[in-house]
């Protein structure tokens, strides 16, 4: 049995860490849209298969080659120090050819009011990869919403893409949201 933690409020089994499991990858030839993602207590990979099922999408999670520890407070410290020098967690390189999607799903929690370091660290490396298609954004937070997520996507994508609305939650309601949550996919459906 998996020993439950807490961060601030959201419950987490500190095992989405990639420091010991598999990351998703589930790719196919056929499909449009793709949802990238990273997790570090589960919250985010929920909303992730919900939306996955629901918008019957390519799925591939970001993984670190250090992950971060399943300690809430040792990963702020970490996140923090990463942030404040801009030195971004190393990803593990095998993110897929996105040449066949045209809307690409970015899944993230929110750390400090931005997009948690593993997402930046992928739009630094790949955001000119999204050149010409739609992005979207959805995120869980602490209470603070989406932060800058916004503005970190008009900055490190190229002009022609196109950034579509995000949708944040608070962690802990993202069970409790799931109506709102599916509105917004809705809108989102190809």
Do not use: C
């Amino acid at each position: 049995m998996r020993k439950i933690t807490m961060g601030r409020g959201a419950v987490s089994d500190g095992m989405d860490t990639n420091a010991t499991e598999q990351r998703t990858r589930e790719l196919s030839n056929d499909k449009h849209t793709l949802i990238i993602y990273f997790s570090r207590s589960g919250n985010n990979e929920k909303q992730v298969r919900f939306a996955a099922q629901k918008l019957e999408t390519d799925v591939y999670e970001l993984g670190v080659k250090n992950p971060y520890p399943s300690d809430y407070f040792a990963t702020v410290q970490r996140a923090t120090e990463e942030r404040e020098s801009n030195d971004w967690p190393e990803l593990i390189e095998d993110v897929p050819n996105l040449d066949q999607y045209d809307l690409i799903l970015l899944a993230h929690p929110i750390w400090a009011m931005t997009p948690a370091n593993p997402m930046r660290s992928f739009l630094e490396e790949h955001g000119s990869e999204l050149e010409g298609k739609e992005i979207a954004s959805f995120s869980t937070n602490d209470g603070y919403g989406s932060g800058d997520t916004q503005q970190v996507l008009r900055v490190l994508t190229p002009g022609n893409t196109t950034i579509l609305n995000n949708y944040s939650v608070r962690d802990t309601q993202a069970e409790s949201s799931r109506n709102e949550f599916s509105k917004w996919l809705s809108q989102l459906k190809r």
